[in-house]
């Protein structure tokens, strides 16, 4: 199976992190493809036509997406059922968490977005201050409340690992770590799994 996107999209990378946890390294081929927000990209539109980025293509060439359905299926394929465990009240905090690691993530692509790509005149600041709350907001939940949880790997870690992966990468001067000693600990522990380095990603 393939899974297409740039490894810099935390989405992209969760799912490559997920395969190696699963066994699935060797199966799982990663194909580099660079996405423009703005166009369509031809080589994609028949396995997503809705533009989601990761999209997995299986041995039979159907297209799975997004990322969140493609963990759950590489956990599938892999028989693993520690990664997004069964019992009632396991999954759904590690589900939640998986949303809560990702909607960090969709908070700062986006916040990425707005800085990078989006033309300088068109830059909305109120819906940027607002981004940074819900980006302060969810890390700080993180150190309150989601220690417990994130001392599992599950998918909910891994997103989270990730998200914070990206925030290193991408936006720095956040200071993400200041004022939150538990959350900076665990990550650094975490992002020493093999899983991590072999998809750490490097500055240009
Ligand atoms: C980035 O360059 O930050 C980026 C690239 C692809 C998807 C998301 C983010």
Not at 49 to 59: F, S
């Amino acid at each position: 199976m393939k899974i297409y996107g740039n490894l810099i999209s935390p989405f992209v990378r969760m799912t490559m992190v997920t395969a190696r946890e699963v066994g699935l390294g060797a199966k799982v081929e990663h194909i580099a493809e660079g996405v423009n927000p703005t166009e369509v990209n031809a080589r994609l539109a028949g396995l997503t036509p809705i533009g989601k980025i990761p999209v997995l293509e299986t041995d039979h060439g159907h297209g799975i997406y997004d990322s969140r359905v493609i963990m759950e299926y590489l956990c599938h394929v892999a028989g693993n059922s520690t990664l997004i465990p069964d019992d009632g009240v396991k999954r759904f905090r590690v589900l939640t968490l998986q949303a809560l690691g990702q909607g960090l993530s969709d908070s700062a692509v986006a916040y990425r977005y707005e800085i990078a790509a989006r033309p300088k005149g068109l830059q909305w600041t109120d819906w940027m201050r607002r981004t940074e709350t819900r980006i302060s907001a969810a890390l700080d939940d993180l150190e309150n409340n989601w220690m417990d949880t994130l001392a599992d790997v599950s998918a909910g870690s891994i997103a989270v690992a990730v998200s914070l992966g990206y925030l290193d990468f991408r936006l720095g001067d956040l200071g993400w770590r200041n004022g939150r000693p538990k959350l900076a600990a665990w990550h650094e522990a975490f992002s020493k799994r093999d899983s991590m380095v072999k998809t750490a990603l490097v500055p240009a």
